[in-house]
């Protein structure tokens, strides 16, 4: 069994497969390559910007974050500049 296949996030308090949390909740974004160094953050980047210019046409704003950075949601507005 490989990584992907073994792979479990917790749901609902049951420890379930990743692959079938992202059909339930629909909000993940699942790639194929290795997560052990800094260059990992590049691929998720890009990754991500290409699900969004796939899926959110009609976003004015993307905000692309991770666990190690902290987001003020209630000061986001202030930088907006358009």
Known sequence: MDS??????????KWVPLYTEAEITKDLIIGNFPDKNIDSNNYKHIMGYKWALKNCLQATYIL????????DTFQVSAYRTC
Do not use: R
């Open 64 to 71: 692309k974050t991770n666990d190690h950075i902290f987001v």
């Open 4 to 13: 992907e296949e073994s792979a479990t996030i917790e749901h609902n308090g």
